[in-house]
Every structure is written in C-alpha cells, then in structure tokens.
C-alpha cells in the first residue's frame, strides 16, 4: 500500500493540527495502521495506532488525552486530530501500515512494512 501524509505545518502552543494519511493500491481495511514521529536528533517514537476496521486504538503515554486517531476505510483514510499541542510535539510525523487479518494494534515501527513520506509539524513556544 502506499501512503500519503499531510496536514503539518506550524502553530502556537496550545493550538491544534488533524493530520491525514491518504492510503492507495490494496483494500485498506487490511491494514492496521500507525502514527510515528521523529524529533530533531531524536529516534522515531510511537504516537498512536488503530486497528483495521477501527475498533481498537492506542496511544503514547505522552498524547493521551490530547491526540485522536481515527479511519474512514470508504475513503482510505487515517486522520490523527491532535490538540494542546506543545513544543515537544514539534516533529516529523509518519504514518506506516501493514497487513493484518485480526484486529491487533501495534506499537513498534519495525511491525510496519509500508510508510509515508513524513509531515512536518511544528509548535512554536
């Protein structure tokens, strides 16, 4: 499957953003899906999952309570709404998908086989 991130871009502290990841090629609703971010001079982190058809979600300690991930399957779809956002959210933010036949999430990028190009969110202090 080929992915497609979008909706970075820069705001204040305290601001919002709902990220989106465009997926092309297989029927979406194979795949689990994810949400990883990558910090300047950081390694990347887990931010938020979702299971295949969308019952099941997880979340990094870290944006619990703030980020929302969520899928429309009709439109090839997962948005990441992401709120309070603060300056240690400033990242690139990837989404990764890869194939499953059971409702399982995961949480680790080595799991995911297929990833987008990246957004770049940035939240000024």
């Known amino acids: 499957v080929q992915l497609q991130a979008s909706g970075g871009g820069l705001v204040q502290a305290g601001g919002s953003l709902r990220l989106s990841c465009a997926a092309s090629g297989r029927t979406f609703s194979n795949y689990a899906v994810g949400w990883f971010r990558q910090a300047p001079g950081k390694e990347r982190e887990f931010v938020a999952a979702i299971s295949r058809v969308g019952r099941r979600r997880d979340y990094a300690e870290s944006v619990k309570g703030r980020f929302t991930i969520s899928r429309d399957n009709a439109k090839n779809t997962v948005d990441l709404a992401m709120n309070s956002l603060n300056p240690e959210d400033t990242a690139v933010y990837y989404c990764?998908?890869?194939?499953?036949?059971?409702?399982?999430?995961?949480?680790?990028?080595?799991?995911?086989?297929?990833w987008g190009q990246g957004t770049l969110v940035t939240v000024s202090s």
């Open positions: 990764a998908a890869r194939p499953t036949v059971t409702g399982a999430l995961y949480d680790h990028s080595d799991d995911y086989n297929g």
